[in-house]
């Protein structure tokens, strides 16, 4: 998961790990409200739009 987090945050980007509602964010950039089933965990990866 460093791995993950480490590209993520080259691209300033956001990760997310949700477990069992409790909610860790990882270099916070994104104002978006976590969405995933209320069981089991979910990992998220967020990142900026390409600019053109």
Excluded: K, N, W
């Excluded at 993520?8 to 997310?16: A, N, P, Q, S």
């Excluded at 409200?33 to 053109?52: F, Q």
């Amino acid at each position: 998961m460093s791995i993950v987090d480490a590209i993520v945050d080259t691209h300033h980007g956001e990760l997310r790990i949700c477990s069992a509602g409790v909610h860790q964010r990882f270099h916070p950039r994104f104002d978006m409200p976590c969405e995933h089933y209320p069981h089991g965990t979910t990992v998220t990866v967020l990142l900026p739009a390409a600019r053109r």
